[in-house]
């Protein structure tokens, strides 16, 4: 995935000493109502979502009122492409949860590229243009590890931000930086897991459709046709009675051979074998 497909912008505030109005900023302006709501938009921090822009502030100045301009650094990560954002889920909630989540790795690959405790941080989503960014304010106060002292830096360094390098020849080239590395394999990372939960839901309902059908469809096995009984015996009953009324009824004129018993014994014998052969015939004609 080309790295020129995203931006990372430092956002230079005015020379005028004062508190600064970044998270206000974040949260209110330019709302596209039908897409992002009437209400402000909600930030984000390594650990919390949908902060308010007051909690952002206190977020970033450990606890005190809104920051001061000069102790702040802001920055602008765009997706040059909307399909990248649009391929990160299925709709605006899944992908504003999967840019959060791209976000925090990046931001904690600063931490660990700096070599500060932690970075205190608070960002907003915009989608209100047509390239979906964030907004992310940083407090230029952090815990050094080494030292455990509280260090303060102007701006993130040139080894994980983008920047200009000057190379041997006096030529200056376009450096993307760590930070735009860990965007750019992030951002494909989630859209790839959101591709393969397509296809696995694709495959899942493509079963259950096909399972719905062989229920409804069932076709008997002939192994299975032949021990079900015989559905129609054409003439069998009409015969046995025949066979029946035969050999009960009494012969005129003569005395009957054989004893009452005996003679209805033979009837229902006759019976069964001709009921037999008619259902072996019904069933080897099919």
Known sequence: MSKARFVLNRIRGSKVEGTSEATRY???????RE????????????????????EADRWLTAGGARPEKRDIIHYVLSLQEPNDFERLGANDKDRKSSLRETVRRVMRTAEKEMRVERLHWAAGIHLNTDNPHVHIVISRC?????????????????????????QPDGTKSFVHGALLDVFAGQIETRQLEHARQIEAEKERTKDAHAAHERTQTHERTPDEDALQPPRHLPGA???ARGEVERLTAPVTGQRSQE??????QMAEMATLQRGKEVYQTHVLSR
């Open 259 to 264: 004893p009452l018993e005996e003679r209805e």
């Open 35 to 54: 897409r992002e709501g009437k209400d402000l938009r909600k930030l984000f921090s390594d650990d919390r979502d949908e902060l308010s822009h007051y």
């Open 142 to 166: 952090a815990l050094d590890r080494d030292t455990e002292k509280l260090r303060r830096f102007g701006k993130l360094p040139h080894r994980i931000a983008p920047h200009n390098e000057r």
């Open 26 to 32: 974040i949260a209110r302006s330019d709302l596209d």
């Open 237 to 239: 009953a009409v015969i």
